[in-house]
C-alpha cells in the first residue's frame, strides 16, 4: 500500500479551480441579504451594489477574496495515514513470514493484527472541505451599478467507507500479503464538484410614493467540474493516479434576483433569490458510482438595524440547500451578527448562525476590518464549531 492517500487525494483537486465568500457577512454569522458590502453582490444579494454605496465612492474591487471551511470531526485524514502505518507494518511482518516460516514471530504479527483492526475501526467517518475564491471590480453612475465578478467554488467529501466486520476476519485470517490485500471490501471515495462562475451584476436604487428600495440582477454562466474517485483502501496507489479520468465537466446560464427596502434611517429589509434556474450534474462512473451534484434555487429573507456606528443584521434561508445527493448534508440556516464600526477605519464583528435542518452544529463567526484612509480595505473572519470544525476568511478590496 502507498503511503499518504488523504495527501493525494486532496493534491487532486488543486488542477480544478479554487466562491468569493464576502469576508465581512462571514464574519457576522454568514449573514448576506442586507449584512454584505455593496462588493458582495454578486455572491449575496444582486440589489446590495446600489443599496449600499457610500457617497464618496465610485470605483471598488476586491482583489482577492478566500477562505476555507473544513470538518473532520474524527480527525480522518489522521486516521488514514495511521491506518496505513499499521498496514505496512503487517504487511511487512506478512512478508518476513513468507520467506523464513520458522523465524516468524508470532507475537508481533498478533499485535500488528490487532493495532490495524483497531486503526481501521477509526477510519468510518468522512471529512468535508469547501475552498471559496474569486475577485469583483464594480462601478456606479447616474445609470445605475454595474460589476463583473468571477468566482470558484470547491465542495469536497472524503468519504472512507468501512467493512469492519469483514475485513476484521480477514486482517486476523490473512497468511499472506495477497490474501490481506485481496481480502480487502473497504473503500475511500473523494467527490468533489468545483462551481466556477462568471457574471455580471446590475442594480439600481428607486422610489416609489416616497418609498426607497433597490432591484439587482446578476447572469452569470455557471461551470461545473465533477471529480468522482472510488477505490478500495488496500488497492489505491497515487503512482497510478490520474485525476482527468475521475473528472468531467458541464456548463450553464443562471440568473439571481435581489431587493433591499429602506423602511427609515435605521431599518432595512433584503430579499435575495440566488441560482433560479436548478441544475443537477453527474460525475462519470467509478466502480459502478455514480454521484450527483445539485444547484437549487436559496431564497434569503434579511434584516439590518444600523446606527453608523453599530450594525446588527439577521437572515433566514427561506429554502434548505443539498449540495451532493442522498449525503445527508442538507443545510438551511438562519443567522445574526453584529458589527462595531469605529470611524469607519476599523471594525469589530461578531455572529451565529444555526442548522435548522439539524444536520451542522451551531457556528460562532468572528471578524476584524481594517479601512486606513477608508481606500485599502483588508478583513479577516474566522467561524468555529465544536469537534474540529472550522474556517477562516481573508479578503483584500480597494474602494475609491
Known amino acids: 500500500m502507498k503511503k499518504q492517500l488523504s495527501i493525494a487525494i486532496i493534491a487532486s483537486l488543486y488542477g480544478l479551480n479554487a466562491q468569493a465568500a464576502e469576508v465581512r457577512s462571514m464574519g457576522m454569522g454568514g449573514v448576506s441579504a442586507v449584512g454584505g458590502s455593496y462588493l458582495s453582490a454578486p455572491t449575496n444579494n444582486p440589489a446590495l451594489l446600489a443599496s449600499q454605496i457610500d457617497e464618496s465612492d465610485d470605483f471598488g474591487m476586491i482583489l482577492p477574496g478566500v477562505s476555507i471551511e473544513a470538518e473532520d470531526s474524527n480527525d480522518l485524514v489522521n486516521g488514514i495515514d495511521e491506518f496505513q502505518d499499521a498496514y505496512d507494518n503487517l504487511e511487512m511482518l506478512l512478508e518476513a513470514a513468507e520467506n523464513d516460516p520458522q523465524g516468524a514471530n508470532e507475537e508481533q504479527l498478533e499485535a500488528a493484527r490487532e493495532n490495524l483492526i483497531e486503526k481501521f475501526a477509526n477510519l468510518d467517518s468522512e471529512l468535508l472541505l469547501g475552498v471559496d475564491a474569486g475577485l469583483v471590480i464594480a462601478g456606479h453612475t447616474r445609470f445605475g451599478s454595474l460589476a463583473v465578478f468571477a468566482d470558484t467554488q470547491i465542495d469536497l467529501k472524503l468519504i472512507a467507507d468501512i467493512d469492519e466486520v469483514n475485513d476484521s476476519q480477514v486482517i486476523r485470517e490473512a497468511e499472506t500479503t495477497d ?40 447572469l452569470k454562466n455557471q461551470r461545473v467540474d465533477f471529480f468522482n474517485y472510488r477505490e478500495s483502501i488496500s488497492s489505491f496507489d497515487e503512482d497510478d493516479f490520474d485525476a482527468d479520468e475521475y473528472l468531467n465537466d458541464e456548463s450553464n446560464f443562471n440568473v439571481d434576483l435581489g431587493a433591499v427596502y429602506k423602511v427609515d434611517d435605521n431599518w432595512t429589509l433584503g430579499l435575495s433569490a440566488r441560482n433560479l434556474i436548478s441544475s443537477d450534474y453527474q460525475s462519470i462512473e467509478v466502480n459502478g458510482h455514480i454521484s450527483t451534484y445539485k444547484i437549487a434555487p436559496e431564497v434569503t429573507l434579511g434584516a439590518a438595524f444600523s446606527t453608523g456606528y453599530v450594525t446588527v443584521a439577521a437572515d433566514l434561508e427561506l429554502t434548505g440547500t443539498e449540495k451532493f445527493e442522498g449525503a445527508e448534508d442538507d443545510s438551511q440556516y438562519a443567522s445574526i451578527g453584529i458589527e462595531g464600526d469605529l470611524l469607519k477605519w476599523a471594525q469589530l464583528r461578531l455572529g451565529y448562525k444555526h ?7 451551531g457556528k460562532y463567526t468572528f471578524g476584524l476590518g481594517l479601512a486606513p484612509f477608508g481606500v485599502f480595505h483588508i478583513d479577516l473572519a474566522g467561524q468555529y464549531a465544536e469537534d474540529r470544525k472550522g474556517a477562516i476568511g481573508l479578503q483584500l478590496s480597494y474602494t475609491f
Open 179 to 218: 490474501e490481506l490485500e485481496d481480502g480487502l471490501t473497504s473503500e475511500a471515495q473523494a467527490i468533489a464538484a468545483n462551481v466556477l462562475e462568471v457574471g455580471v451584476t446590475y442594480a439600481d436604487n428607486y422610489t416609489y410614493q416616497g418609498h426607497e428600495f433597490s432591484l439587482g440582477l446578476t
Open 355 to 361: 442548522d435548522i435542518e439539524g444536520n451542522y452544529d
